[in-house]
């Protein structure tokens, strides 16, 4: 099989659901022929093989962020060609009886290729305008759904920490109720690999309907949490694993609220650094 890049490998899996019949034709070309499509190709040639229109390889390359199909097909082949083990690859991939050396090369592997893939697709632009919006924010809501919540419960207790009017409630009444009192220039946070939890777009509808910025952090940019979202920070964790549970899915959520966290503690004021400070002393009380 030929290899792609995993940054336009991990783009085109995050919106693959949502393609038409045409289009999931075009992705599924490059996803199957990247060398051909990226060396041998003009796109009448690719349309052809693909039996899609050439619009329609334009409109893909438009959907994943590019200005046009040349400037996708620049970046479909790796900068270099890594051997990846079929024993590498997630946990869908472990069958019963395997022992714990496998388990372990797939659980850490999994995570990560996520971290990668994430890292590589990451906004830098999107990123500082989330972490503007934090720092200038009066209150932060985060939220999230399942095992979703530990990352957004993470966020509230390193923002709390560093003097950020920060709150992180489990109850989905308790979301809708701080929501509705949000106000212009408050923060959502929003925790969601899907994009797609009912419960958290009802959070996210009535947070809009006050007029507060809305940050989510998604595998899944055409996602319905994404379209109400001011900022949509990506992730790229793609397992296999049959119960859609993984620990490769939360780190990448983790790593960049710790960004985000760092970074403010790296700006230019100098008091989240002494509430910090002050925080860890009063900590270190109920420390032996």
């Known amino acids: 099989m030929q290899k792609i890049s995993s940054k336009v490998k991990a783009e085109i899996t995050a919106i693959y659901d949502t393609l038409r019949g045409a289009e999931r ?37 438009q959907k994943l962020g590019y200005n046009g199909y040349a400037q996708l097909k620049q970046m479909l082949l790796p900068a ?24 372990l090369c797939s659980v850490f592997h999994a995570a990560a290729r996520a971290l990668d893939d994430t890292l590589d697709l990451l906004d830098r632009k999107v990123y500082e305008e989330s972490l503007s919006y934090i720092t200038r924010a009066g209150k ?18 390193k ?9 992180c409630p489990a109850d989905f009444d308790v979301q809708i109720m701080e929501a ?31 007029k507060a910025r809305i940050i989510t952090v998604t595998n899944y940019p055409l996602s319905p949490l994404a379209k109400l979202s001011d900022c949509v920070i990506r992730t790229a964790a793609f397992t296999k694993n049959p119960c859609n549970e993984t620990v490769a899915k939360r780190i990448p959520e983790l790593c960049i609220i710790e960004a985000l966290y760092i970074s403010i503690l790296q ?3 100098e008091k989240y650094a002494k509430m910090l400070a002050a925080a860890n002393e009063e900590l270190r009380k109920n420390k032996f």
């Open 180 to 210: 509705s009192g949000m106000k212009r220039g408050d923060v959502l946070l929003l925790i969601s690999h899907s994009g797609s939890t009912r419960t958290l777009c009802q959070v996210a509808e009535t947070a809009k309907a006050k």
């Open 140 to 157: 932060i809501l985060s939220a999230g759904a399942g095992d979703a919540y530990t990352a957004a419960y993470s966020a509230y207790l």
């Open 159 to 167: 923002f709390s920490r560093i003097g950020l009017r920060a709150v």
């Open 267 to 269: 700006g230019r004021e």
């Open 25 to 61: 034709k075009a992705a599924d070309y490059v996803l199957l022929h990247p060398q051909e499509a990226a060396l041998h190709s003009i796109i009448t040639e690719s349309a052809g093989r693909a039996g899609c229109s050439e619009a329609t390889f334009v409109r893909l390359a």
């Open 80 to 103: 270099e060609a890594a051997f990846e083990p079929e024993t590498l690859l997630p946990y869908g991939d472990i069958g019963r009886g395997e022992d714990s050396q496998a388990v």
